[in-house]
């Protein structure tokens, strides 16, 4: 069973009587302006589909909108954005997007059980900005990215984009990037604010994301990576000399006590 599913759950009855589908699950809380976003068992395996609200479905403007962000998202290939397999039409449901099925939990259930961790917040300062900044190269512009499009796989913890909505953009500007950047700080911010802990300067770069000057935000990914390395490399000196100072004490009391 899908283990991101909330208790908002609906099932869907589905007239299929080729048997190819079943299990159909709305979940509410992934409702988007003009979509739907379900759960089902397609042939017995478990995928996501993203279709079009009924009032919407017979509307060739929105079909075409849905159909340009499967044409977007097929060709997209990031290990912590959830991949996107066909377009088909569902009974019962019209038009849909099927993408992979994610078996975790969403950032939003993470935080509001108070189940974050450090490892978390690690994936989040490495493979959330390295998917951000994947879309960013590739022209993609999306909606914000907020805790719950974020997911946690049950068995490695890693990061998963699921659906955040794309378009593709011949150039994409610096408010683009910016709006990127105020997202990425958003849910920084949140995390820290639910884990324990000081993290000072990854608050600070927090900070600076959601400055309310864009001019005052990091200008690129680039240099928002830059950041986070020179935190990670900072640690990671801390630690070499804390080893260093061990084991010259350690020398030290073997050749006293020789």
Known sequence: MAAYISKEEKKIPINDPSGKWSDMTLLPEWEEEFYDVYTAKKHGKWVMLKALKKEYADKPEYQKMLEREFDTRYNLAHANIVMVNDYELIPDIGLAIITDDVYGYSLRRLIDENKVTP???????????????????????????????????????????????????????????????????????????????????????????????PKRRYHSFSELYLAIERRSSSQLYGWLIAFICAMVGLLVWLTLGN
Do not use: W
């Open 119 to 213: 490892s978390i917040l690690r994936r989040i300062e490495t493979q959330l900005v390295d998917a951000i900044d994947y879309m960013q190269e590739n022209h993609i512009i999306h909606h914000p990215i907020t805790p719950d499009k974020i997911i946690f796989t049950d068995q490695t913890e890693n990061l998963k984009l699921i659906d955040v909505g794309y378009d593709h953009k011949d150039l994409l500007t610096p408010q683009d990037t910016a709006e990127d950047i105020l997202a990425y700080g958003k849910v920084l911010t949140e995390v820290l604010n639910n884990i324990p802990g000081n993290y000072p300067r990854l608050r600070k770069i927090a900070n600076k994301c959601i400055d309310p000057d």
